[in-house]
């Protein structure tokens, strides 16, 4: 059995996409005036912002779907289309506003509560690693060409870390504060 079908290759794929057009407004290469004057490729914008931001939205959902595989469980990405599709018509209509769903893990099986809510930290823990990991580099100034990039990367990974650790129904945080709960 493969660990991804082409159908959720396929959903990643258009999720990064997604993602870096609806940040590619926000999150920019640093450039000079002129570049930037110059600069009408749009695709440009939208790879940068894609490999800021999209990391922080893949790698929560594929630890989602990591452990989950590792308790057994079922577990396939799926684009959210009416997430993305929020996410883009904001963009598009220039509200300066960022909201989007881009995704989730379905998971399905039979486990504990605490599996379960293992399985929902997985995401921000990842998030918060990123953070760390981004804090540390942008600290240490150990790579001084990309620091707008990682500090982009810390804040999008703290930002998503907080939202999805909040107890509240659809955010991991429930899920896992019930599991713990279960114990």
């Known amino acids: ?79 959210s289309w009416w997430g993305l599709a929020i996410g883009a018509f904001l963009k598009i209509i220039g509200s300066g506003f960022v909201f989007f769903l881009p995704g989730y893990v379905s998971i399905s099986g039979f486990g504990t509560p605490l599996q379960f809510g293992l399985t929902a930290l997985a995401g921000p823990l990842t998030n918060l690693i990123l953070f760390l990991v981004s804090w540390f580099v942008v600290e240490r100034n150990l790579m001084p060409k990309y620091s707008h990039l990682w500090a982009t990367s810390k804040q999008i990974n703290l930002w998503l870390f907080v939202f999805n650790m909040l107890p509240i129904p659809g955010l991991d945080g429930l899920t896992f504060y019930l599991g713990l709960l279960s114990i």
């Open 1 to 79: 059995m493969a660990l991804f079908t082409v159908w959720e290759i396929a959903q990643i794929a258009i999720t990064i996409v997604v993602v870096g057009f609806i940040f590619s407004s926000y999150i920019r290469k640093p450039r000079t005036e002129l570049e930037d004057y110059l600069a009408t490729n749009i695709w440009e914008d939208i790879k940068y912002a894609a490999i800021v931001a999209a990391p922080a939205v893949i790698l929560h959902e594929l630890m989602h779907k990591f452990v989950a595989l590792g308790y057994g469980f079922s577990a396939h990405y799926v684009a």
